[in-house]
């Protein structure tokens, strides 16, 4: 299952260097925790006297200047979670915190910023005047506003395209100017839901950049997404969602199992040397000067290094292949099903269940916060 193109790689070390399998754990005090999930449960009402739970008993932190990604198939609960956080919805059990405060409070959500899947603006405005009128919503007037929209669309590279009007604006420019006008109040942590579905593999990228970027300015991002590949090379530490479910939890290089195979890149072999990594390789792959290889499982690993220094190469990569977040979440999600086979993954498939009062008490619309009740 395991790819060498998804898969990351995890350094070997001959055998005799005494390698110290010990990881050094992160050290992380409570004040670390920004956001926090106490069996934070959501069911909504769906018809007369039925309910799906959509969010069950989840538990979760989330530690000061981490990329912390929730990850799931679509159904799974991951908007909802978000939603939670936000206070736009209610749990039916448990809690959140955001900044050590719940989520409806007002000095949370000046913390905040907030990037929703697929954002919309006023069609008729342009890239420009659409972060500037988050940044006056937000208090900002004259130079200040001036200079912090200056800087917002200088970070999502739409300085130039700035006099687009949205209606014009493509799908990646759209939630590049989402995140411009999310992160007006300079918010100590973002929240993203889906934010690379619908891009190209360009905008992808670009968004994935600017995700790292922030973390390197010191906040905290928690992003939710169902494209696993996309997320795997920027997060920290991730929870995987089925059907409501936290089917697995913590960094991410400690749930992508190392497999027992390895992976060895190299440039400028000689030609004998090619055919001998060949001979050693169950799989070989050529690409600009470089040649990839998957070593068969008899092949002692050493030996292959050995045949690229003596054919002159230079190596680049040497290592075990560690599996995709795609293989990790199928392992996790077939450890779920009783008989190991395919499982359907939206909650509501699941089936929706009689509620325990066994009243209908309306559309879950009802359920959404209302005004007041604000913590300050
Ligand atoms: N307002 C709602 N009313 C009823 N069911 C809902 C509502 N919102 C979401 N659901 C259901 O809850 C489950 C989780 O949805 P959601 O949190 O949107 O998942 P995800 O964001 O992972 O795709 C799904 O089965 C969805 O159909
Ligand atoms: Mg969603």
Known sequence: MASESSGGTDTLERPES???ETTQAATSGANDVVIACRGLTKRYRVALGYEIEALSELDLEVRRGE?????????????TTLKLLLGLIFPSEG???????PPRSRRAKRRIGFVPEGPFFYQHMSGEEVVRFYGRLCGLRGRDLR???EELLKLVGMSKRRDVVMAQCSKGMVQRIGLAAALVNDPDVVLMDEPTSGLDPIGA???KELTVRLKEAGKTVLLCSHLLEQVEEVCDRIAILHR???LAYGPIDEILQVTDLTELVAMDVSPDAESKLEAMSRETRRQ?????CTLKADVEPFDALDVVRGGGGELLRFGRVRESLEDAFIRAVMATSEDGGPVSTDAAEAGAKPSDDGEDKGADEQDQASEGGEEE
């Open 18 to 20: 005494g390698h110290d």
């Open 67 to 79: 990329i912390f990604a929730i990850v799931g198939p679509n159904g799974s609960g991951k908007t």
């Open 95 to 101: 809690e959140a915190f955001l900044l050590g405060e």
């Open 147 to 149: 200079d912090r929209t």
């Open 205 to 207: 990228h670009e968004i």
């Open 244 to 246: 409501g479910n936290r």
């Open 288 to 292: 600009a000067g470089e040649i990839h």
